[in-house]
């Protein structure tokens, strides 16, 4: 489960859930095994990606999630999406625009 609900969260949740992407904005930030990956998986379609901060608590929810497995996403007291995991990536150093145009990113997806 992805939690949210300060307005930091809730700008994330908005910029990367309600705001899919394209291939063409992830390219030139992951590997080409990597894209694809993502190729294969999405056949070109848009996409959600979530970036987490590496803490104690994101650290092991992000090690215990493997693609096939259901996300689901928590926001403003109530569950508002379920998906399942397609891929998880960690992110490299130009990759903060990947999973926010606001900046406030982490370093896993």
């Known amino acids: 489960m992805v939690a949210g609900g300060n ?3 809730e700008l994330h949740f ?6 899919q992407r394209t291939l063409e904005e992830v390219w030139r930030f ?3 095994q ?3 990956n993502l190729e294969r ?3 070109r379609s848009n996409f959600i990606v979530w ?4 803490g104690p608590m994101n650290e092991s929810r992000w090690e215990k999630m493997k693609p096939g497995g259901v996300v689901l996403i928590y926001n ?3 569950i508002r999406f379920a998906g399942e995991i397609a891929a998880k990536v960690r992110k490299y150093p130009r990759a903060s625009k990947i999973s926010t145009s606001s900046g406030n990113s982490g370093r896993t997806l």
């Not at 970036?51 to 590496?54: I, L, N």
């Open 7 to 9: 307005p930091a969260a």
């Open 14 to 19: 908005e910029d990367t859930i309600q705001r």
């Open 30 to 32: 992951l590997p080409s």
């Open 34 to 36: 990597e894209i694809e």
């Open 41 to 43: 998986i999405y056949h």
């Open 51 to 54: 970036g987490a901060v590496p």
């Open 76 to 78: 403003n007291g109530r």
